[in-house]
């Protein structure tokens, strides 16, 4: 859109302050909280899923290590 001058004479009416609803405000903090509480609550589970995942492994290095050491014991036959 092309700029026009106005001439001197004319006068330009104020702007008007951005006028926003209490409703619409509401609606969005509510969504940003649940946002939050999702994304917190996912967070949360996937630590304590990791946490799972690396009991399992040492525990499972662990079985492995004391079942092997058992049989290292004669090592002078073959097997």
Same mark, same amino acid.
């Given at each position: 859109m092309p700029?026009?001058?106005? #001439?001197?004479? %004319?006068?330009?009416?104020?702007? %008007?302050?951005l006028r926003i609803g209490v409703r619409p405000l509401l609606v969005v903090a509510f969504s940003g909280l649940i946002l939050v509480a999702l994304?917190?609550?996912?967070?949360?589970?996937l630590a304590v899923v990791g946490l799972m995942a690396g009991a399992v492994a040492g525990w499972e290095l662990?079985?492995? #290590?004391?079942?092997?050491?058992?049989?290292l014991v004669a090592l002078d036959r073959p097997v």
């Amino acid at each position: 859109m092309p700029f026009i001058p106005r #001439h001197q004479d %004319e006068s330009v009416a104020p702007a %008007e302050p951005l006028r926003i609803g209490v409703r619409p405000l509401l609606v969005v903090a509510f969504s940003g909280l649940i946002l939050v509480a999702l994304s917190g609550a996912f967070l949360l589970g996937l630590a304590v899923v990791g946490l799972m995942a690396g009991a399992v492994a040492g525990w499972e290095l662990l079985r492995r #290590h004391l079942r092997r050491s058992g049989r290292l014991v004669a090592l002078d036959r073959p097997v």
